[in-house]
């Protein structure tokens, strides 16, 4: 059968384990210095008493402990728990002390004398000792809530961020797979080998939306082997009028971004600005300090007939970036570009979400 002892907390024991032989040790020397010291036969006699007696008072004192906590577990009434376990532990110290002593005193071979002095020197010393432990095993209990309370509050947060982060998956607009399948189409009476490299790069595009429906990051390189293909599949209903200009650091090719994250800045390029030879639309993509790649492109808006929410993919990007910690930045400036810094994550910020 297991003995279970009242706990207070999970450093109970350890507290124990170091307070009682201390305790045990400090109340012989203080009481019986000259008998303890005598003899091996005396100092150990005194010391396994004493330890017996002093684990015994701190089970009691960590029911009465637990007692109250149990009866008033609530915070606004700490201060009524403190006082009266502190009330009720002082009535056991002093019935604990004037116990011992006596006991002490009952057996002549210990040659202890009781008296009234010697027993308030020790009441008062074991009891300021207890009300020193009370609020020492309040602060570490606090401590270890504040603990557990810090670990499912970032738990929380964490599901929360991946939640979220799936919910504001950016999806691939369904006129691209419209558009996609009417130049392959095209390209299959006019050419068939080029249909064929483009069925292949398309089945690559499609490939990786699937294959990273349930992931929240990507390298950097994966995502531009991604973007080649895609914009094969543009260029091959664009021409050159759609234009890619790649320029990154290999370093930060390892580095992670959501995936479709380039690809909804440039599908969102094309959407708003006019495509042509005469007028082509140029993206760029470079690298920069601090780990950003910077998405630029030249503006030149389309006329549109009726109200379309082009910016609802960016908006998208802009929140999901925020639960990672990491702005995105979007600058539309007066020299007729638009650019857009994409932060890039480490391994050790993959690690948080």
């Known amino acids: 059968m297991k003995i279970r002892l009242p706990?207070?907390?999970?450093?109970?024991?350890i507290v124990m384990l170091i307070?009682?032989?201390?305790?045990a040790l400090v109340f012989n020397m203080a009481n019986f210095f000259n008998q303890y010291f005598s003899n091996l036969q005396h100092f150990i006699a005194f010391t396994f008493i004493s330890i017996l007696c002093f684990g015994g008072y701190f089970?009691?004192?960590?029911?009465?402990d637990v007692f109250f906590k149990q009866r008033f577990p609530y915070e606004k009434d700490l201060f009524q728990r403190l006082l009266l376990t502190i009330l009720v532990i002082l009535?056991?110290?002093?019935?604990?002390?004037?116990a011992l002593l006596h006991q002490y005193a009952y057996f002549s071979w210990f040659n202890y004398e009781f008296n009234q002095l010697g027993f308030l020197w020790n009441y008062f010393a074991l009891s300021i000792m207890n009300i020193?432990?009370?609020?020492?095993?309040?602060?570490?209990?606090?401590?270890?809530?504040?603990?557990?309370?810090?670990?499912e509050t970032d738990k929380l947060n964490a599901t929360y961020k991946q939640s979220q982060l799936i919910g504001l998956k950016s999806q691939v607009n369904p006129h691209f797979l419209f558009n996609s399948l009417n130049s392959l189409s095209s390209l299959i009476e006019e050419n068939e080998e080029k249909a064929e490299?483009?069925?292949d790069e398309m089945s690559k595009v499609y490939r990786y939306m699937l294959r990273n429906e349930e992931e929240q990051l990507v390298t950097l390189d994966t995502e531009l082997r991604f973007i080649h293909s895609y914009m094969h599949l543009l260029q091959a209903r664009f021409g050159n009028g759609l234009q890619l200009k790649v320029s990154i650091t290999e370093a930060y090719k390892k580095l992670l971004l959501p995936p479709l994250t380039l690809q909804l800045i440039i599908e969102n390029a094309f959407t708003q600005n006019i495509v042509s030879k005469t007028s082509p639309l140029i993206i760029?993509?470079?690298?920069?300090?601090?780990?950003?790649?910077?998405v630029k492109n030249n503006v030149q808006p389309k006329t549109i007939t009726e109200a379309v929410d082009f910016e609802t993919g960016v908006d998208n990007l802009v929140?999901?970036?925020k639960l990672l910690g990491r702005p995105l930045q979007v600058h539309d400036s007066n020299t007729g570009y638009r650019t857009i810094a994409v932060p890039l994550l480490t391994k050790k910020e993959e690690a948080i979400i």
């Open 19 to 23: 307070s009682v032989p201390l305790f």
């Open 319 to 321: 929140n999901k970036y």
């Open 284 to 294: 760029e993509l470079s690298s920069v300090e601090n780990n950003i790649v910077i």
């Open 132 to 151: 020193f432990f009370t609020f020492l095993m309040e602060g570490i209990d606090r401590y270890n809530n504040w603990k557990i309370n810090l670990a």
């Open 91 to 98: 009535l056991a110290t002093a019935v604990f002390t004037y």
């Open 197 to 199: 490299i483009f069925l």
């Open 59 to 64: 089970i009691i004192c960590k029911s009465i």
């Open 7 to 13: 706990a207070y907390n999970v450093k109970d024991n």
